[in-house]
């Protein structure tokens, strides 16, 4: 009897626990953070496979203070251990730097810059030694993450340098820093040589007549995540919110939204769950006001 008795008792007690793990105390899952919110990868990325193409800003995403673009916040060339954080994460944004109107920027605010010299098809850096000293290359190591916001995915790529490192492109294009750039709204690196202009989302030159690249126009898969900034331009600096998951869904802080980025397309409501009046977006929205919906959006519908 003993010897019946005793695995019987086991697999009781086994089963009380399995049964604790899954009844009521369980604790649900918490909201969708936008640390958890991972932009689609581009449909054909130049060199991006083995990096995460994000939607939304560093700063949305939680990143580690110190790293990446933060590593340099004022500029100049990283060096050792510094360089490496910097290369963890970059930042693409759609932005403004004093009267270059729109330019992308990386996630200190500083102004990113395409040079004439170098080709985007096939991508291919000329600015090495003194030249990567004054333009220091936008790089960004394998395993690594690229956020963009007011960047199509699909512009974004990567092209390999000749010291190895992997240098980040828009439009095929290499990008690059200006040394002498040590705070946001700077454009000192602007029209340098006549070779050296401000970069756009699709790869052109900013601030140029005709300088623009054409982007892609064709409609944006729904998007299963997004990221609301309350300022526009994607500005961190008020604050910002993510939602994911599909259906619809409510804003935990509704009414205060003027951009938002998001890997695709998806419905705009001024109403609580996805009433009143709406309106579809393909992706990255840097005013919402430009869609009459500036501290509007209550609801969101995704996927």
């Not at 050792?80 to 994460?89: F, I, L, N, V």
């Not at 951009?259 to 009143?276: E, Y």
Request: include cysteine.
């Amino acid at each position: 009897m003993r010897n019946h008795v005793t695995p019987l008792i086991a697999a009781l007690a086994v089963g009380a626990v399995t049964l604790t793990a899954c009844g009521p105390s369980q604790v649900p899952p918490g909201p969708a953070r936008a640390a958890d919110l991972s932009g689609s990868p581009a449909a054909s990325p130049q060199g991006v496979a083995d990096l995460a193409l994000t939607s939304g800003t560093a700063k949305s995403n939680n990143a580690a203070e110190g790293t990446g673009d933060w590593a340099v916040p004022n500029g100049g060339v990283a060096t050792g251990a510094a360089r490496e954080s910097a290369q963890r994460w970059v930042q693409m944004t759609l932005g403004r730097a004093g009267k270059v109107d729109p330019v992308v920027v990386n996630g200190a605010g500083l102004t990113l810059y395409r040079f004439d010299k170098d080709t985007n098809n096939p991508p291919r850096s000329n600015c090495d030694g003194d030249c990567a000293v004054t333009w220091p290359p936008v790089t960004v190591t394998p395993g690594g993450k690229i956020f963009v916001a007011g960047v199509k995915a699909e512009a974004v790529g990567t092209v390999r340098r000749s010291d190895g490192s992997r240098q980040v492109t828009i439009g095929g294009w290499p990008v690059y820093r200006f040394a002498k750039d040590t705070k946001p709204g700077e454009t000192k690196g602007q029209g340098v040589g006549g070779t050296w202009f401000g970069v756009t989302p699709t790869g052109g030159k900013a601030g140029v007549s005709g300088g623009e690249q054409p982007g892609a126009d064709s409609p944006a898969p729904p998007a299963t995540s997004a990221v609301f900034f309350d300022d526009t331009n994607f500005g961190d600096g008020a604050g910002s919110q993510g939602i994911a998951g599909t259906g619809c869904r409510n804003l935990s802080r509704p009414g205060v939204s003027s951009s938002v980025a998001a890997p695709g397309s998806l419905k705009l409501w001024a109403g609580p769950d996805c009433t009143g009046r709406s309106k579809v977006i393909n992706g990255d929205v840097a005013d919402l006001a430009t869609v009459d919906f500036d501290n509007a959006v209550v609801s969101v519908r995704l996927g």
